[in-house]
């Protein structure tokens, strides 16, 4: 089998039937069976054997939004991770078959290798849909999308900075391709307005579309920023262009063994699953072909149950990995426990090595909460006494159920971090929309760094401060791409560290005219000439650069001196040097 193939995991609602069963069958018999199976392929349901019994009940006879609004309400309700622990989630989600040392990453064919609960050199933790399209992580509160692995994904780190976070899209002109992943000028009438787009391989176009039509519905209340393929208008979310491209990614790659595994893996790990893996066909219900359709998940009724107790979330195998922790912190998790025709109440209990580490806030779960559309929330807390490394198992049991189900709970207990205060330095990229802030690298292990960036908008005397969060500790820089007219910016750096921040840095102005603040005076003189500038100082200056009203460097040098000629085209210029508090401007002609 290669790695690649696609699934035969899946198989239609009915038993395996031979043609030696067939045969040996009465004609009446067979008949039925045969009518079941065509009722049942008509609905293009395809069930993975291990999706818990009466998981997708609640989308049954549902159409249009009320459909995805269901899909909406099943899939959020889930473990919420920590960011610090997903390295240790991708060694189960995203390790390949033939050798589970190596990482599978769809965003290059590099070879790297897990390396426990850290990241392997040269990789990053992946949105896939970007987080700043929503506003990504608030340190303070925290967003299950920042965490939520169903869209997260290993990938190599520069394929990762050159999709930045443009959308989905297929490449006209090619400004990045290794092999895996492209970068580019999207094709006509594709990009929602983005000058770039990122194009997977199709190997992987299916599991991206399918990726997001997922995000599409989990978050489907949130507020998005950047609207190029999603939009707070239409109860669809997905903007036109992009659900034809996605539909169509998705019809020709179908869903293959990796998304299977990873699907059944995502579950053990946040109490959730992908809907559109397990049921191939669900997005034609939405967004395609089968749009107002019905959705039936068999032709049987599912409002009432008789069967067997059944406990159909957290499944065997389920793990809670909290991560790293600082001594002195707590971290809560939810998971939610959910059950069918339970006939009493459940039992929750810790037990096992460190479980005196972790707590829960009952010993018994209602079986009307646990049978209801949403089941219970069941909070689950770190709070370790003493460093080191901490294990126990979540234990939930009775309600009628025959056995039980465990769920291993795992965490690290680090020392307080200390950490020093940052340097930021000049932004750099400087055009007319765009800028990077820049900023030296913390003197010791971080998460990641936070941004916090103010912009006051001059015409309408308006100020507004945003903060940003890195992907990881390992980057000194943040490209910003929304760079308005008459817009002046300051930006300062903080490290962020097991819930500890450092103090802000020092302060970057950039300003309408593109030009950031410096700290001296000197002595200096600056006068047109035809066809440039000459520079008239009593002695060196050090570094300068020139810039047009855009905000571009047209000339730098390191070293500025006494009746330097910059020799420059007709245009109004500012020079700002190291040591000028303020910069000079001047008319060429």
């Keep these: 089998m290669t790695t690649r193939q696609k699934t035969k995991t899946f198989h239609y609602l009915c038993p395996t039937i031979t043609i030696h069963t067939l045969q040996a069958m009465k004609s009446t018999s067979l008949h039925r069976i045969i009518a079941l199976l065509l009722a049942v392929m008509a ?70 290798y897990f390396r426990g609960g850290s990241a392997p050199y040269g ?12 506003g990504g992580y608030d340190v303070s509160q925290g967003y299950a999308a920042y965490t939520d692995i169903n869209h997260l994904y290993p990938s190599e780190a520069d394929a990762n900075m050159a999709k930045y976070n443009w959308p989905l899209g297929e490449v006209s002109k090619v400004t990045f391709d290794n092999g895996v992943t492209k970068v580019g000028t999207p094709k006509s009438g594709q990009g929602g307005g983005a000058a770039t787009v990122f194009e997977p391989d199709d190997r992987y176009k299916g599991d991206f579309a399918r990726t997001y039509f997922y995000m599409a519905c989990a978050y489907q209340h949130y507020t998005w920023k950047y609207t190029y393929m999603l939009n707070n208008l239409s109860w669809k979310t997905l903007n036109g262009w992009s659900v034809d491209m996605l539909c169509r990614w998705a019809r020709n790659d179908a869903v293959s063994d990796k998304e299977v595994d990873r699907n059944n ?3 053990k790990c946040q109490n959730n699953r992908n809907p559109f893996i397990d049921i191939p066909e669900l997005f034609e219900y939405v967004w395609g072909d089968r749009q107002g359709q019905v959705f039936y998940l068999n032709d049987i009724d599912t409002t009432t149950y008789d069967g067997d107790p059944e406990l159909i979330a957290p499944i065997q195998g389920t793990m809670l990995d909290f991560g790293e922790v600082a001594l002195g912190k707590t971290l809560d998790y939810t998971i939610y426990i959910k059950g069918r025709g339970l006939i009493n109440p459940l039992s929750v209990q810790l037990y096992r090595d460190d479980y005196l580490m972790f707590s829960i806030p009952v010993s018994s779960v209602s079986r009307s909460a646990a049978n209801s559309a949403n089941g219970y929330p069941l909070h689950v807390t770190y709070m370790p006494t003493s460093i080191g490394d901490h294990k126990a198992r979540l234990l939930i049991s009775d309600g009628g159920l025959t056995g039980s189900v465990g769920i291993e709970l795992r965490a690290s207990c680090l020392p307080v971090p200390t950490l020093s205060q940052l340097t930021a330095t000049e932004a750099t990229g400087i055009t007319e929309d765009s800028y990077i802030a820049n900023w030296q690298p913390a003197n010791e292990l971080v998460d990641c760094y936070i941004i916090t960036r103010t912009v006051y ?20 820089s943040y490209a910003f791409t929304d760079r308005q007219p008459n817009e002046s910016h300051t930006y300062y750096v903080q490290s962020f560290r097991l819930g500890y921040m450092s103090e802000p840095s020092n302060v970057i102005t950039l300003d309408a005219s593109g030009i950031t603040g410096v700290e001296a005076d000197k002595p200096l003189q600056v006068l047109a000439t035809d066809g440039g500038i000459l520079v008239k100082c009593s002695e060196s200056v050090g570094r300068a650069s020139v810039y047009n009203l855009a905000g571009q460097e047209v000339w730098r040098t390191d070293d500025l001196c006494d009746d330097t000629i910059i020799e420059l085209p007709r245009g109004i210029y500012l020079l ?7 910069a000079w401007k001047i008319a060429v002609k």
């Design 576 to 582: 700002k040097t190291a040591t000028s508090r303020t």
């Design 123 to 134: 990789m990053n933790r992946e949105h896939s849909l970007p987080k700043s399209w929503w």
């Design 265 to 267: 893996a995502v579950q």
């Design 457 to 476: 908008d001059k015409s309408r005397g308006e100020t507004r401060t945003e903060t940003f969060t890195t992907d990881d500790g390992n980057t000194t």
């Design 43 to 112: 609905t293009g349901l395809a069930v993975n054997a291990d999706i818990p019994t009466g998981y997708y009940n609640s989308l049954d006879g549902k159409s249009g939004q009320a459909l995805k609004d269901a899909i909406h309400d099943l899939v959020l309700q889930h473990t919420t991770l920590s960011y610090s622990s997903l390295w240790g989630y991708f060694t189960e989600t995203d390790r390949r078959p033939e050798d589970e040392r190596k990482v599978w990453d769809m965003y290059s064919n590099d070879t790297f």
